[in-house]
């Protein structure tokens, strides 16, 4: 039977086209901050792995002057800091990315043994964020200092 009621419709009413429009509103927003976060999360894994390799890279250089040159001052006993900052440049437009603070520890090789004497080097390099010439303060989420840790010896 058809109904015959001129006025009825086979449509939504105003409440349920709001109800609908408010958890579709919820859903978007849950959606906007979980890419908000994914975002952030991007740049920091970001920094850690540039922090990584600038600190690699400082170790790598310590490694091959120690081959070259056992006696230098840079791996003398104590803490040394690099005389510059070390900067990731992005490679299409050379602006700095990152910018960091190197500093390494180099220590001893400790033996039980009084009679030997390892002919070798600890080196702890640790690679600090700095603030970019127009920041004041590194903004926390963007990175954090990194340390690594190698033992350099002379080959048998």
């Known amino acids: 039977m058809k109904d015959t009621n001129p006025h009825a419709t086979n449509g939504f009413s105003l409440v349920e ?9 919820f859903g978007l927003l ?3 901050q979980v890419l908000t976060m994914a975002l952030g999360l991007d ?10 390799l600038a600190a690699k890279n400082e170790l790598e250089r310590l490694a091959d002057l120690y081959r070259r040159n056992p006696g230098s001052e840079e791996l003398t006993i104590g803490t040394h800091q690099a005389e ?3 900067e990731i440049r992005n490679p299409v437009t050379q602006n700095v990315l990152y910018r960091y603070k190197i500093t390494w520890f180099v220590s001893a090789i400790p033996d039980p043994r009084p009679e030997i004497d390892p002919n070798g080097r600890i080196i702890s390099v640790r690679a600090a964020p700095m ?5 004041e303060i590194p903004v926390s989420y963007k990175n954090k200092a990194i340390t690594l840790n190698a033992v350099i010896a002379e080959e048998p």
């Open 84 to 86: 510059e900052l070390t």
């Open 30 to 32: 849950a959606a906007a």
């Open 43 to 52: 740049v920091l894994a970001r920094s850690k792995s540039t922090t990584a």
């Open 131 to 135: 603030p970019a010439e127009s920041e």
């Open 17 to 25: 086209l709001l109800i609908a429009v408010f958890i579709l509103a």
